[in-house]
């Protein structure tokens, strides 16, 4: 309707088609679909083609990854295409690879280097999975074992009986305790071979518990035969296969703590052999070594089972005897030992008789310690080779006083050596028919400050047991050197032309003896003709042909040589004559009881008869008397000595003697 001011004017009517508009719409949505459509495509093909673009280098790198996940450390790496991220990432890749590479050629390397280390080892190496099989052996440990790879897990099953519970507990703390374990035990290869086998464990875990074993195995049989023949030697004599010093005092000391608890006695027994050096000297040391053998088996034989025998060393034994329950069972017990000690002995196709001296110490009686108890026994020994040998001595405080007195003039001895308190004193020796002087004795006088007068017997005889007589004898002989040596001409007017200085068996059998004499002479400028040495009858009779030769060393030098006490010894006419000496002096012990005694008096003549027929001098000892004078006179004696003459005097007052003596009131004794 047409309207003004709400008049109606009439009415308008519009008519329309919208065939164009449908006709124009559906062109339009043709043509933009066909645009779409287009700029799909468009897009399609150029986004896909950006895409490829894009994701070439990732797939290139998915593609490396493939071509790396079947051969892992292949020599392979991805390309860099762009400088963008993924080319950073590819950087990363590549960087990963060749530190893969890195670290596996040098595990490579590292297990190559382990496989020959294992697999040349000088011991046994094994590896044993979580259910204790072995996975690996190497080759030694096969070696070791006896078993080869397919029989290793027979290992457990040749373990000695005896170490197989020990064998799997060790196994078993080190898998608890995740340590290390060190095991030995006994193996019986399948040969039937026995060995000592050392085998180390170390256990393997992870984040998920205990893996297995890793381990060394070592064949010590020959370390452990070789530790137990040093702990024999330690223990043990290796020539009488005896328990030696060390093992008998640690024994000892147990056996004495058992027996406080217990309240037992037991003894301890010492020995040596009496003449060993003879045998020594004689046959050889090889034939002493087989006597010390057959002495250590007489020995064990005649001690009981529980008692020890034991070597000390040398020619000593020792035997501890346990379970003492009284003085004659423990002597009848010493009296087998010296009876073994005594059986004669066949050496070298000779049977000799060597003989023994025993000490006995008991516990507690005597001591109550081990060293007292050795030391005692020892103190027993002592004084039964002082006694002679050949007997059983028992310890007692009053031996033990006596021993301790000997070592105390021991002591005073040596020092009055070093100090030069020893004096010679000379005793003259005179013609028989003259009774003018013609030579002296030398002999050693010792006063001690606090002890007085100490007899020769006593110090000379302590001297030849500590070995002090070789400084004993030096100090004499050089003193009569000098002696000689500063007043020759008033010795020669007293008619003494020579001075006798006694050798003892050491000082005679010692190789500076001759050394010693001729450096005195030269030193002192004397003769040897003024020095004369004398010998006892036993001395030269332990080694005839040696001392032989060293006699005749000795008159070679121009010395005269005597045998001292004849008659006393056991030497035989067949060896005196091979003598070189000249004078022969008769003992005292055949002089004092005549012309009382008629059998000492028909020994005397037959010495001095002898003696004159072998073209010797005879001197006579110990003459006191004038009716001993007379005898000896009347039987032509050459030479007489003694108190009925004179005694032995101090250097300074031989000087102030006559040449010859006189006796106003020759009825009487000096």
């Not at 673009?53 to 762009?82: D, F, M």
């Amino acid at each position: 309707p047409i309207l003004y001011n709400d008049e109606y004017y009439g009415i308008v009517e519009i008519y329309s088609t919208n065939k164009d508009a449908n006709q124009t719409f559906l062109r339009f949505v043709l043509t933009l679909a066909s645009t779409l459509a287009i700029a799909l495509f468009v897009a399609y093909f150029v986004g896909g083609r950006l895409v490829t673009s894009s994701l070439g280098p990732l797939t290139q790198l998915y593609s490396t990854s493939r071509e790396i996940a079947t051969s892992p450390y292949a020599n392979i790496r991805a390309v860099k295409q762009s400088n963008d991220e993924i080319g950073d990432l590819v950087e990363v890749f590549n960087q990963i690879l060749d530190n893969l590479e890195s670290d596996n050629a040098a595990l490579t390397a590292s297990e190559s280097r382990f496989r020959v280390l294992a697999e040349h080892a000088p011991i046994g190496i094994f590896l044993k999975n979580r259910g204790l099989e072995l996975e690996y052996t190497n080759e030694r440990w096969r070696e070791i074992s006896g078993l080869s790879k397919s029989q290793a897990d027979a290992f457990i099953n040749n373990i000695d009986p005896k170490d197989c519970s020990l064998y799997e507990s060790v196994q078993e703390r080190a898998r608890s305790q995740h340590t290390p374990q060190v095991i030995e035990y006994s193996y019986t290869t399948p040969l039937g071979t026995r060995r000592i086998l050392m085998e180390h464990l170390a256990p393997l875990s992870d984040n998920h518990g205990f893996q297995g074993f890793v381990g060394s195995l070592l064949d010590v049989t020959e370390l452990k035969t070789a530790q137990m023949e040093l702990e024999k030697l330690a223990f043990y004599d290796p020539l009488t296969d005896l328990p030696n010093r060390r093992f008998f005092r640690g024994h000892l000391e147990l056996t004495i703590a058992s027996a406080k608890k217990y309240d037992r006695k037991l003894a301890v027994i010492m020995t040596d052999l009496d003449d060993f050096k003879k045998i020594n000297d004689s046959f050889g040391h090889d034939a002493g070594d087989r006597l010390l053998t057959k002495i250590g088996a007489r020995l064990k034989a005649a001690a009981a089972s529980a008692d020890v025998v034991s070597r000390m060393g040398g020619d000593e034994f020792m035997l501890l005897i346990k379970n003492v329950e009284n003085h004659s069972q423990l002597d009848h017990k010493a009296q087998n030992i010296l009876t073994a000690l005594n059986e004669k002995i066949e050496i070298n196709g000779q049977h000799v008789e060597v003989g023994g001296s025993v000490g006995v110490a008991v516990f507690p009686t005597d001591a109550i310690a081990y060293e007292e108890l050795i030391r005692y026994a020892d103190i027993a020994l002592y004084n039964a080779k002082a006694q002679g040998g050949n007997t059983v001595s028992y310890y007692s405080s009053d031996l033990d006083k006596r021993i301790k007195d000997k070592m105390r003039l021991e002591q005073k001895l040596r020092k009055a050596l070093d100090e030069g308190k020893l004096e010679v004193y000379i005793q003259p020796i005179y013609d028989a028919q003259t009774r003018k002087m013609q030579k002296g004795e030398a002999l050693v006088r010792w006063f001690d400050e606090e002890d007085g007068y100490i007899r020769p017997d006593i110090f000379v005889a302590l001297a030849e047991e500590s070995g002090l007589i070789y400084d004993l004898g030096r100090i004499v002989l050089e003193k009569v050197c000098a002696f000689i040596s500063i007043n020759k001409e008033k010795l020669r007017s007293l008619g003494m032309n020579s001075i006798a200085v006694n050798l003892s068996a050491r000082q005679f059998f010692a190789s500076q003896l001759l050394t010693l004499i001729r450096n005195m002479f030269v030193h002192y400028d004397i003769e040897p003709s003024t020095v004369e040495f004398e010998l006892t009858e036993s001395m030269v009779m332990d080694d005839v042909n040696q001392a032989i030769g060293i006699m005749r060393a000795i008159r070679k030098l121009g010395c005269r040589l005597s045998i001292d006490d004849f008659g006393t010894g056991y030497s035989s006419l067949s060896y005196l004559k091979q003598f070189p000496i000249n004078t022969l002096k008769i003992d005292r012990s055949f002089i004092k009881d005549i012309p009382e005694d008629k059998n000492d008096v028909e020994i005397a003549y037959t010495i001095i008869a002898m003696a004159h027929n072998m073209g010797l001098n005879v001197v006579a000892e110990g003459v006191e008397t004038k009716e001993q004078l007379q005898l000896l006179k009347e039987q032509r004696c050459d030479q007489l000595q003694g108190f009925y003459f004179s005694k032995p005097l101090p250097m300074s007052d031989i000087l102030k003697l006559d040449h010859a003596i006189h006796f106003p009131n020759e009825g009487t004794s000096a």
